[in-house]
């Protein structure tokens, strides 16, 4: 089956409620292709590598997590910006990129998937302003920091840092994947025993030891698969479309 690319647009811009964010990039459609869609292929970033495989595969779009145009970015078309866009024009292929509204999604977004593969019930927002960035929960079985760790391990096949003690028990979650270390503090005040996101900074480490919370840094790329994966898996469902996920291997 195929979907108008204008449909599909706007299916995801009204599912994802882009109009409720101020954010850092431009979300929705921001690379115009052929005007129908039959195979999307989805990654966390529009990278050359991505954008290499989808068309590969025969994507008439590609769904992303991080895509162009940040806000303070050089705006000349040059290097390896140039290179991108050429990819993706003369193949006539679209690209759609949503940041924060795929962040914060409750069903399909990325904190959304990775609490419910951690099995963390009772979800609230870390924050009352974040716009469902970043929540906290509650573990629904017995864990310590390790095994949250050992689970973070499996489930991204990667070395989590774990800043505290293997053996600490952890009963109430918070998290925010990505680069979000500086949610730290919200975490503390939240009452969380452990916070988990993607990345760590020098001053994440002195404030878990000092206000005694367990700290987990499990990858940014790695802890932001699994929003793309589930949206792409519902716009095949949603429109009979087929799905592909590229996974472009990114260490931090």
């Known amino acids: 089956m195929a979907v108008a690319l204008r449909e599909l647009t706007a299916y995801l811009d009204n599912f994802l409620e882009t109009s409720k964010f101020r954010d850092y990039a431009p979300n929705g459609l921001q690379v115009e292709g052929r005007p129908e869609v039959r195979l999307i292929a989805s990654g966390v970033t529009a990278s050359q590598r991505l954008l290499e495989a989808a068309v590969d595969c025969g994507a008439d779009a590609i769904v992303v997590h991080h895509g162009y145009f940040w806000k303070g970015e050089d705006p000349a078309v040059v290097g390896m910006k140039r290179r991108r866009l050429a990819t993706l024009l003369a193949h006539d292929i679209s690209l759609l ?3 924060l509204p795929l962040d914060a999604h409750p069903v399909v977004g990325n904190n959304a998937r990775l609490g419910a593969l951690l099995g963390v019930g009772d979800v609230a927002p870390l924050m009352a302003d974040s716009d469902g960035v970043g929540n906290v929960g509650l573990l629904t079985a017995p864990s310590t920091a390790g095994d949250l760790r050992e689970r973070l391990a499996t489930l991204t096949q990667r070395e989590p840092l774990l800043v505290g003690e293997e053996a600490a028990p952890v009963h109430r979650v918070a998290w925010c994947t990505g680069a979000a270390q500086g949610y730290i503090d919200a975490a503390v005040a939240a009452g969380a025993d452990l916070f988990i996101t993607g990345e760590a900074s020098e001053q994440t480490v002195h404030t878990a030891r000092e206000e005694g919370i ?11 698969r699994y929003g793309v994966q589930a949206l792409g898996a519902h716009l095949a469902e949603q429109f009979g479309l087929e799905h592909r996920y590229i996974e472009i291997d990114n260490p931090v």
């Open 97 to 99: 990129a949503y940041h």
């Open 214 to 224: 367990q700290f987990i840094a499990a990858g940014h790329h790695a802890t932001e």
